[in-house]
């Protein structure tokens, strides 16, 4: 199993990134990103801890930690600098916060990021053809959640990305130990997204493929 998409105490996750990892290798992940909420007040400042935390764990557990960031509820204008900053910083994967249908999230979120080039563009809501074409074209996956509420939207987001031929990948949105999906659980979110049977393992090769690219091979 691959996530990537996390929460530790450093935004509004419960527990501090070792034991989010070590919660993850006890189920037997392959892989694990910690993607904390950032916008420019505190993008400096957590980063550089995530981007520590992670090669300390990398030298002595067996899942891959990924250090990441989630670009969050940031004004649409504001993004791409937002993305290249998170980048210098040391972030190999780059989650937007999308336009999920439980938060007001500002219109133009989900293109913003299209445009800027992240790598997961999270619970996007009711993404638009044209947006699912872009991420398309531009390589840019789109979640399928596990997260409650943002997860109202899967069906559509699946139905979506299959019209427009973007990758799908599956996530937790994890902020607390009982968040973090199980092989069960997962292959109930994707069928629940109205995907058919085998497409977990599809999505899965998404994220590795992902993680390649990023520079995080398994």
């Known amino acids: 199993m691959i996530d990537l998409h996390t929460h530790s105490l450093f935004s509004d996750g419960v527990l501090v990134p070792s034991e989010l990892v070590r919660r993850f290798e006890a189920l037997r ?3 694990v990103a910690i993607t ?17 935390v992670a090669k300390d ?9 990924i250090p990441g960031v989630e670009v969050t509820h940031v004004p649409p ?11 210098e910083l040391g972030a190999a994967l780059v989650v937007l916060h999308g336009e999920t249908l439980v938060e007001p999230v500002a219109p133009g979120t989900n293109r913003a990021g299209l445009d800027a080039g992240v790598d997961i563009l999270a ?30 939207s899967n069906g559509h987001v699946a139905r979506r990305a299959e019209e427009a031929g973007a990758r799908l990948v599956l996530d937790s949105d994890t902020h607390a130990p009982r968040d973090i999906l199980t092989l069960e659980m997962a292959r109930k979110v994707v069928e629940g997204a109205g995907l058919p049977e085998g497409s977990l393992e599809v999505l899965l ?7 390649k690219k990023v520079g995080y091979p398994l």
Request: hydrophobic fraction near 45%; proline fraction near 5%; charge should be neutral.
């Open 57 to 65: 764990l990398n030298a002595v557990q067996s899942v891959k930690v």
């Open 36 to 52: 904390d909420h950032v916008d420019s007040s505190l993008m400096d400042f957590v980063v550089p801890r995530i981007v520590k």
């Open 123 to 152: 619970h996007p809501g009711l993404i638009t053809a044209e947006e699912a074409a872009l991420a398309a074209e531009k390589g840019v996956c789109l979640e399928i959640t596990g997260r409650p509420g943002h997860a109202f």
């Open 29 to 31: 992940y392959d892989a």
């Open 205 to 211: 090769e998404n994220s590795r493929l992902l993680l």
């Open 77 to 87: 204008p504001l993004i791409g600098n937002m993305v290249r900053r998170a980048r």
